[in-house]
């Protein structure tokens, strides 16, 4: 698995870049499928009636430095990799495979000497920087899903036993129950919380 890369932001647009639905800060993966992460779990609970749809991301690789900020850093990146092509000049700021994904967004030549970088092509890979554009397609699989949502009506069960309100003697846990949270152990914890409650309501 692919490590995650420094935080970024990353907000999601349904069908158009016209009014966006949702944002989130933090890790992002870039896999051989598209993206993953902490941050993207997240962005698709948030955003997963829209799913069926088009759904557009916009990553910002540096969420920490303004635009501004950004340009000056590269501009010290740039007298400290003086003579390099700039393919071999961004791996201060970068992980060493987006680094080409980058140049290709922003336009620039990867053979080109960071010496000979006009202020336009800076300020167009600042840009691509802050305005990483991608379109979700599809989701994964369900049997890869971290998380799933759906199931059976919480109107249905009686929380202090788990047991159905329908059918006596059936009891639910787990994923099976119309429930689920954002990414960082709380769908755990309701698994283990259901799970016990219905163990002991049943013996």
Not at 26 to 47: K, M, N, R, Y
Not at 100 to 122: C, F, M, N, W
Request: proline share 6%.
């Amino acid at each position: 698995m692919p490590k995650p890369g420094p935080p970024a932001t990353v907000i999601a647009w349904p069908r158009s870049w016209d009014i966006p639905r949702a944002e989130q800060f933090g890790e992002l993966l870039f896999t051989h499928f598209g993206v993953s992460g902490p941050v993207i779990l997240t962005l698709s609970s948030l955003i997963h009636k829209y799913l069926k749809q088009s759904v557009k991301l916009n990553i910002d690789l540096k969420p920490a430095l303004s635009s501004e900020q950004l340009d000056r850093r590269l501009q010290r990146d740039f007298t400290k990799y003086a003579g390099k092509q700039l393919k071999n000049a961004l791996h201060d700021l970068l992980p060493h495979k987006m680094i080409p994904v980058v140049l290709a967004l922003s336009g620039l030549d990867i053979h080109k000497q960071v010496d000979q970088i006009t202020r336009y092509e800076r300020e167009q890979l600042v840009h691509t920087f802050k305005n990483v554009r991608l379109t979700v397609l599809k989701t994964r699989p369900l049997n890869e899903a971290i998380v799933t949502g759906g199931g059976i009506n919480t109107k249905e069960i009686n929380p202090s036993t788990m047991e159905s309100k329908l059918i006596k003697g059936l009891y639910f846990a787990g994923e099976i129950i119309d429930v689920d949270a954002l990414t960082g152990g709380y769908n755990l914890q309701i698994a283990f919380s259901t799970g016990y409650v219905s163990g002991i309501s049943i013996y």
